[in-house]
């Protein structure tokens, strides 16, 4: 069992959890990621490791589906059955030059851990943290604090550039060179960003999300096609070069459950009800 | 007694038993398939036992279990006695009870087999696992702590079987598992109508009895550093053959279709069945495409009746080259798996989710490499079955996630580990077994692998 020892709101639905897992945290590096599973009837599902502090690890989430809405429903001192990690390959860092890490809504907790490396590595760092509105904007403080220069972007203009992390990459590149680009955000946020790179031919990674089982590299349910071949996210990636990665394929991937994960979600949300505010929890 | 020597024509040839549940009873639930022998039948087929001078059974069983003590203790109503005689070489009797391909090992070379019926080893070895199960266990001595500490990296058939020899040597043993429950392909892998989980458990738990640690949820070269795994005095490799193959043809990442291994892990370790109970989902198709002709193909296909679908079962080759036991192939033709021999298919049709797979049929000349018929595609012979699910098990092949880890360790062109007869690998204290060494085979290979592993280890810590 993996005791949760700090769960706070950041945002609308989306959560901060500090959960003591020290397999984990003494071996976790930029880029990798968890699996999580919450009780004996639970689904492992995949959250990237925001960052390390001691023993314990920390996740962001927003909550999206029956799993999310059920660990929002945990406390500081709850427990979680199950975490295993770190999975995937770490994040590939090297002294490049300047280098920019864009997170794009709950996608900009993947971004410290990345910047923060790159940094330590020699890089100047620059950060574009981009959300739908002000008040889902996250780890502005935190990010600020790593990066040497970050911009800030939102939707509808209630903070920063009115407009996407994209367009602020492309006045960058425009303006300067540089070596290597982070887009870690929604699959399609994911798409668009990573074409900005093409014409400058710009090195670029993303965290492919796709759906995972065991996260080992054993059943093959998060493969996904780069540069014409199937890979297997768990295993060779999560990062992948973004100008290889064929998108719409993996936001195919991303809905084969749809119709079961509203079912499930549908049912929590009527137990919730019967069961009063917290949540019926599984034990 | 009449119920065993009856002449039920699948008990006869030895394929099937007739303790079987009927095909339509059985495919509504996941319930076991084969209800095991009831007492009286079980001392009654001990009985028919010669007990051979030489006994051939022992030299085809490969963890050379001895025969002919046990089940003249069955003869006798000696359980207790039967069970001891079991696990003085194999830890896992209810499992190899029920999977073992005794056809073409003990059984196959029993000599009553040449006049009338060969003795059900398998059957008598589960009875006898099964009773100890229901009366307590009864634990082997476990010599004195040496103070040596063992690693055993993956608890499925190879690694709980090294696991249980090394600590009733005395020794510290720690099992590293990455999944959320120990047994590897036994958990994940093997469907509860032909292996049980709580039977698994037990099994797994007498193990831990030993004294063996289990540490779930670490996947060494991750959770655990190469450096750290290295500085055991011994160390096992037991990750197996869970890196599953892919055909490659057009429409292979459509949504629906699976790999065997993702199918049945949903199934088995995840209780897809069970949605929404449990929360992990598994597509439910009306007419699913199963690719291969092998034991997990057989498993895939009967998952998915169990499921509600009508099954197809895809084969490049005849029926008789199909490496699946004979019993599954039987079984799953009497659960109404339609069989499409001699096919191969040459791509998935569907838009975003499968809607078809086109196939094409096969010749079969010529003996290839395997010694089997090899398969060519008959030009023009193209057809398409509609489905709106696919499932692949067109074989597994060594998990490279660790042992690509570790520095100096000599690895085949498949990626399998490469050892000596005693298990050892390029590194000194390293040793290796079951499928990792071999590439995907048997769950009794795997233990009788590890056994000899096991032993080698034991020799050198030991300073022998």
Not at chain 1, 72 to 95: C, F, M, Q
Not at chain 2, 271 to 279: I, K, Q, S, V
Not at chain 2, 440 to 449: D, L, P, Q
Request: hydrophobic share 40%.
């Amino acid at each position: 069992m993996y005791k949760i020892e700090k769960a706070t709101k950041l945002a609308d639905r989306v959560y901060e959890f500090w959960i003591r897992a020290p397999h984990v945290a003494q071996h976790a590096r930029a880029g990798q990621f968890l699996i999580l599973r919450l009780h004996e009837a639970g689904e492992r599902i995949p959250l990237t490791i925001s960052a390390v502090r001691e023993d314990a690890v920390r996740v962001i989430f927003m909550t999206v589906g029956k799993t999310t809405e059920e660990l929002a429903t945990l406390r500081a001192g709850d427990r979680i059955t199950d975490v295993v990690g770190p999975l995937g390959k770490p994040s590939e860092i090297a002294n490049y030059g300047t280098c920019c890490v864009i997170g794009g809504g709950v996608g900009i907790a993947s971004t410290p851990p990345i910047a923060k490396e790159l940094k330590d590595a020699g890089n100047h760092v620059i950060g574009i943290i981009g959300a739908r509105s002000a008040d889902l904007l996250i780890l502005e403080d935190e990010m600020r604090e790593i990066c040497d220069e970050l911009y800030i972007t939102t939707d509808d203009g209630s903070k920063g550039v009115h407009g996407f992390a994209s367009d602020v990459l492309k006045k960058l590149l425009e303006e300067r060179t540089l070596d290597r680009v982070w887009i870690i955000g929604p699959a399609i946020m994911m798409k668009v960003t990573s074409g900005v790179t093409v014409p400058y031919n710009v090195k670029t990674y993303v965290s492919l999300n796709p759906i995972m089982v065991d996260g080992t590299g054993m059943c093959g349910s998060c493969r996904v096609t780069v540069g014409g071949e199937t890979k297997f996210a768990c295993v060779d990636g999560p990062e992948f070069d973004a100008h290889q990665v064929d998108f719409n394929e993996l936001m195919q991937r991303q809905r084969i459950y749809t119709a079961q994960e509203k079912v499930s979600l549908e049912r929590f949300a009527e137990h919730r009800c019967r069961c009063g505010e917290g949540g019926h929890r599984h034990e | 007694m009449s119920g065993l020597r009856s002449t039920g024509a699948g008990a006869a040839r030895g394929v099937t038993a007739m303790s079987d549940r009927p095909a339509d009873v059985r495919i509504r639930d996941f319930g076991e398939v084969d209800i095991g022998l009831s007492t009286d039948e079980a001392i009654n087929e001990a009985a028919r036992c010669l007990q051979c001078k030489r006994p051939l059974c022992v030299r085809g069983c490969p963890v050379g279990i001895d025969i002919p003590a046990f089940i003249r203790e069955v003869a006798e109503g000696n359980f207790p006695a039967a069970a001891r005689a079991l696990k003085e070489q194999n830890m896992l009797p209810a499992i190899c009870g029920r999977v073992c391909p005794q056809e073409t090992q003990c059984e196959g070379v029993c000599i009553l087999g040449n006049k009338e019926t060969p003795i059900r080893i398998g059957a008598l070895e589960r009875f006898v696992a099964d009773w100890e199960r229901a009366n307590g266990p009864d634990l082997p001595e476990v010599a004195k702590p040496t103070g040596r500490r063992v690693a055993v990296v993956g608890s499925g058939p190879a690694g709980l079987t090294a696991a249980a020899e090394l600590a009733r040597a005395g020794h510290a043993v720690t099992i590293f598992e990455s999944l959320h429950e120990a047994g590897g392909v036994l958990t994940y892998g093997i469907p509860a109508f032909r292996l049980p989980k709580d039977v698994v458990k037990a099994e797994i738990d007498q193990v831990l009895a030993l004294g063996a640690r289990l540490k779930k949820n670490h996947v060494v070269g991750r959770s655990i550093g190469v450096d750290e795994l290295l500085s055991y005095d011994a160390v096992f490799l037991a990750t197996g053959a869970g890196l599953p193959a892919f055909m490659g043809i057009p429409g292979e990442n459509l949504n629906g279709v699976y790999s065997a291994n993702e199918f049945l892990t949903r199934v088995n370790l995840m209780h897809a069945e069970a949605f929404p109970e449990f929360d992990t989902p598994v597509l439910h198709a009306a007419r699913v495409a199963v690719i291969g002709g092998g034991n997990v193909a057989m498993d895939a296909a009967r998952v998915a009746r169990r499921l509600g679908a009508k099954v197809f079962l895809i084969y490049r080759r005849g029926e008789e080259e199909m490496p699946a036991r004979r019993a599954e192939v039987v079984h799953a033709k009497e659960e109404g798996i339609e069989f499409y021999t001699c096919a191969n298919p040459v791509r998935i049709l569907g838009d975003q989710h499968v809607t078809g797979i086109e196939c094409v049929k096969m010749a079969l000349c010529g003996i290839d490499a395997s010694g089997r018929r090899s398969p060519k595609p008959i030009e023009g012979s193209e057809f398409t079955l509609d489905v709106d699910m696919v499932i692949q098990a067109i074989g597994t092949s060594p998990n490279p996630l660790l042992v690509s880890l570790i520095p100096g360790l000599e690895r085949g062109r498949k990626g399998n580990v490469i050892v000596d007869e005693n298990g050892r690998t390029s590194i000194p204290h390293v040793y290796a077994a079951g499928d990792i060494v071999t590439g995907a085979a048997t769950v009794i290979e795997a233990m009788g692998s590890a056994k000899k592993a096991a032993a080698a280890i034991n020799a050198m810590l030991k300073g022998e």
